[in-house]
Nanobody
Framework: QVQLVESGGGLVQPGGSLRLSCATS????????MSWYRQAPGKERELVAS???????NYADSVKGRFTISRDNAKNTVYLQMNSLKPEDTAVYRC?????????????WGQGTQVTVSS
């Protein structure tokens, strides 16, 4: 079965750093693009960063220059390095495996990990 399990969240002071991990299983990880999303209370879900199967990445304007998405195909894991954290980054962060409607392959989501930035 497909599984995505996030870890690495926690409480950090403004200006600090965290590295989130999303460990996956149940599918051929190297064949899929992956994304990180976040959602704060009362806010819409936001796409934070994505990385393709070839390793190309993109970012939301709100995190560009501060966050870095990467993947380790040998470990079936995608990471989100978060630097210079701001209170506005406080949210539940979830990873997502891309789907493909042409092939009838659905997206899969992790359960999420809480990131809280406060002093």
């Amino acid at each position: 079965q497909v599984q995505l399990v996030e870890s690495g969240g926690g409480l950090v002071q403004p200006g600090g750093s965290l590295r989130l991990s999303c460990a996956t299983s149940g599918f051929t990880f190297s064949s899929y693009g992956m994304s990180w999303y976040r959602q704060a209370p009362g806010k819409e879900r936001e796409l934070v960063a994505s990385i393709s199967r070839a390793g190309s990445s993109n970012y939301a304007d709100s995190v560009k220059g501060r966050f870095t998405i990467s993947r380790d195909n040998a470990k079936n894991t995608v990471y989100l390095q978060m630097n210079s954290l701001k209170p506005e980054d406080t949210a539940v962060y979830r990873c997502k495996r891309w789907g493909d409607v042409r092939l009838g392959v659905r997206e899969y989501w992790g359960q999420g990990t809480q990131v809280t930035v406060s002093s």
